[in-house]
């Protein structure tokens, strides 16, 4: 299969399945404007080649080879609505369709430049869909600067890693990655909340409220804007 045919599906899946699954085969049909036989054909072609586990009539999940690849095509196409809305001023509507035809050519490094430049956004500018973190083996966006992004012991895959507002009740975590300004990762570190501490999911308030949270024996509550910018290794 194509290399940008592979991405889009799947980047399809993750956005579907939140690269959880299953996702259904009519679902990414109507998702990318195809016959389901031909989305089936496909899907069995991505299995055999270990990007996804499908199985018919039940739906299909990506692998951990699968999640990397969509995970890194989802942050570009992210990064890449930021740029043409906020630099280039495009039109809402032309953003989305741009993106997808540039998502494919941006090289890792970059994509890098090009977070940097734009000041390491959250989220993407038309649906406020979280942008995911970038695969460079920091802990923070203050520390990413000091990074040469010309040398490869810098790279990890972070494609496993999901934001706290999407950890359940009752789960734990370790931190592994905080986006935002120094001043922001200092009020965290100032309240505990570092790299490769224990987090542990206590309450989730309805309607977008804050977020009830156990760091080192201490109850605290966060805002869903800070929480989604904190990354963790469950």
């Not at 930021?82 to 993106?99: I, N």
């Not at 990890?156 to 009752?170: A, I, Y």
Request: a positive charge; hydrophobic letters at 35%.
């Amino acid at each position: 299969m194509d290399k940008e045919v592979i991405e889009q599906y799947l980047k399809t899946i993750l956005m579907l399945g939140e690269g959880n699954g299953p996702v259904k085969t009519n679902e990414i049909a109507k998702a990318l404007g195809l016959a389901p036989a031909s989305v089936t054909e496909s899907l069995q072609k991505l299995s055999d080649e270990g990007f996804v586990k499908y199985k018919a009539y039940r739906g299909v999940r990506l692998t951990s080879k699968g999640r990397s690849i969509a995970s890194e095509v989802s942050r570009k196409h992210r990064l890449l609505e930021r740029f043409l809305a906020d630099v280039l001023g495009l039109e809402s509507s032309k953003v989305h369709k741009q993106a997808c035809e540039m998502e494919h050519s941006l090289s890792d490094e970059a994509e890098i430049a090009l977070c940097r430049m734009l000041n390491h956004p959250g989220t993407c500018p038309d649906d406020g869909k979280t942008i995911p973190p970038c695969n460079l083996d920091v802990w923070s966006c203050d520390e990413c600067k000091k990074i040469k992004l010309s040398d490869s012991k810098n790279w990890d895959d972070h494609s496993g890693l999901r934001p706290l507002t999407k950890l359940g009740v009752g789960e734990s975590g370790k931190i592994h990655f905080i986006r935002g300004e120094k001043k922001q990762l200092e009020r965290l570190n100032n309240i505990g909340i570092t790299r490769d501490t224990e987090i542990k999911m206590l309450h989730s308030a309805p309607l977008r409220g804050p977020l009830e949270i156990s760091v080192r024996g201490c109850k605290l509550c966060l805002g869903r804007d800070i929480a989604s910018n904190i990354f963790i290794q469950s």
